[in-house]
């Protein structure tokens, strides 16, 4: 009987999903196997709310494959040893995969390629996570494309491929034989423990987040995906598209459908720029898959060598929520407590933490990955990289956010500091966002003092990164 493996990675669903469309076709009967990765699991990189999530959606697809007549098969072990093992005993011909532009992804591939291939069982990966992959969208003289606007006015130009067709029932029933682990009762089991709330995870969870903002919310996107208290302003697809419980080529779909019916220019526009976003996403996928340094060091390899000075309290105080900023400190209790940030604070914090206190980005990357539920590499490095002016196309390291007027701009109210803050709750709007400033002092004293001065820090960053351009321009 022709069998044919899929491999579970970031593509966590049986609708939309070439790999596994692909491996239907290929064979009379498919074998579904997720395997844990030891290397993966013991990264710095990985923390409890990304392992909650990715449990979560294990769950949820081993039970969407087994209203299919599957059976996922949960190995733990290295990946090549783990295939091997089962070709064999299925005696599959091939193993199919959906690819992944990570750095270490690409090694590994290539190790479980060639071991398979060492046995006759062949490996074929898909393009699948994203609508252009690598070197698919080029400038007019056959390069990358290092900014973004001219890579989204090409990206725009090409049709976007229709999403594939969900999964068949199975053919032939899956062989009892074949051994698989139960799926541990929580990520803690894992070696990292959640301590947030589980976000929504698995397929039809993604499905119904991606419809639910697509049925209106859509629309006032182009204004209020700026407003950080505004919980519906943003999709929150991101961990989805990140574990693949929802493909961008589904989200892209809909989102046509929807924009079809919208009758007004603001409605048009909020579709517009969401696709704008979506498109972000592919762009810094293609910036690791070309530029893998990224994931080590700068974009701009001159940067470095920029001498960050910042005192390790500091960066503490930037994990804790307690650097007397309130933009900064709500944003991080924000992340610490739900494994949620939004863009705009995003943006803000990472700015505070490389520009004000002069810690290296690749610090806050790290901290950001352990913490959120959606931590993808490239997605994050290229937010991180374009904060700290660093990237390709980064804010230009002499635009610094005031955290005072990004916060009086964002959240003018002071809604979501306070909900974060309760040590604000008293402090009037006007001063919500400088507290030290308000004359009648109704800060709660247990609110820090600033750790830092923005003006004399902004000086201090801008001589930083002038020491290095003098030295490349020397
Ligand atoms: C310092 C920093 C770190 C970041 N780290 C991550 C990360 O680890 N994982 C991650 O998915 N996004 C990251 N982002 C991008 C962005 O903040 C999140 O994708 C977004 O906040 C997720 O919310 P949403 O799903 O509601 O997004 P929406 O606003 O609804 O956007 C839709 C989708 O587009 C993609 N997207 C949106 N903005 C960006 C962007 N700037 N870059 C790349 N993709 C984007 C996401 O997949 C998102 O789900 C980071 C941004 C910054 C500035």
Redesign the pocket.
């Known amino acids: 009987m022709k069998t044919a493996i899929h491999w579970f990675r970031r593509d966590l669903r049986v609708s939309d999903n070439t790999a596994l469309h692909e491996a239907d076709l290929a064979g009379e009967r498919v074998v579904p196997v997720f395997c844990w990765d030891e290397a993966i699991l013991r990264s710095p990189d990985v923390g409890g709310p990304r392992v909650a999530f990715l449990l979560e959606s294990l769950r949820s697809l081993a039970s969407n494959l087994e209203a299919l007549g599957h059976r996922l098969i949960v190995r733990r072990g290295r990946p090549e040893d783990v295939l091997v093992g089962l070709a064999a005993e299925t005696g599959a011909g091939a193993v199919h995969a959906n690819r992944d532009y990570e750095p270490y992804a690409r090694e590994r591939d290539a190790r479980v390629a060639a071991a398979l291939g060492a046995r006759g069982v062949a490996f074929r990966a898909f393009k699948d996570s994203v609508i252009w992959e690598e070197r698919e969208v080029l400038t007019g003289s056959g390069g990358v494309y290092t900014v973004f606007t001219p890579y989204s006015r090409s990206w725009r130009a090409r049709a976007v491929p229709a999403p594939r067709p969900r999964l068949a029932p199975a053919r032939v029933p899956s062989v009892a034989g074949w051994a698989s682990e139960p799926l541990p009762a929580s990520a803690s089991e894992l070696g990292h423990p959640c301590d947030v709330g589980l976000f929504p995870a698995g397929e039809r969870a993604g499905l119904k987040a991606l419809d639910e903002?697509l049925r209106g919310r859509v629309e006032r996107?182009g204004t209020g995906?700026d407003t950080p208290s505004d919980d519906g302003g943003?999709?929150?697809?991101?961990p989805h598209?990140?574990f693949g419980t929802v493909n961008v080529r589904t989200a892209l779909e809909r989102l046509g459908r929807a924009r079809a019916s919208v009758t007004t220019e603001v409605g048009r526009r909020g579709c517009e720029v969401?696709e704008t976003?979506?498109i972000?996403?592919e762009f810094?996928a293609q910036v690791l898959a070309n530029h893998p340094h990224v994931a080590r060091g700068a974009f701009r390899r001159e940067y470095d060598a920029l001498a960050w000075e910042g005192r390790e309290e500091w960066f503490g105080a930037w994990c804790a929520g307690a650097t007397g900023y309130p933009i900064v400190d709500a944003a991080m209790r924000c992340l610490n407590a739900t494994g949620w940030?939004?863009?705009r604070l995003?943006?803000i914090v990472?700015m505070f933490l490389t520009k004000d206190l002069l810690v290296s980005w690749q610090r806050?990357e790290q901290y950001?990955?352990q913490r959120?539920v959606?931590?993808?590499l490239a997605?994050?490095n290229?937010?991180?990289q374009?904060?700290a002016g660093t990237g390709t196309d980064a804010a230009p390291y002499f635009r610094i956010f005031n955290p005072v007027s990004q916060g009086e701009k964002f959240d003018p109210q002071g809604v979501f500091v306070r909900r974060w803050l309760p040590e604000l709750a008293d402090v009037p709007d006007r001063f919500v966002h400088r507290p030290w400033d308000d004359p009648g002092r109704r800060m709660a004293r247990s609110y820090p003092a600033r750790i830092v001065d923005h003006g004399e820090q902004r000086e201090r960053c801008l001589r930083m990164f002038k020491a290095v351009r003098g030295a490349v321009e020397a």
């Open positions: 903002f996107y995906r943003t999709s929150r697809l991101s598209l990140r969401w976003e979506l972000w996403r810094y940030m939004h863009n995003r943006m990472a806050g950001f990955m959120l959606d931590g993808d997605a994050n290229g937010g991180w374009w904060s």
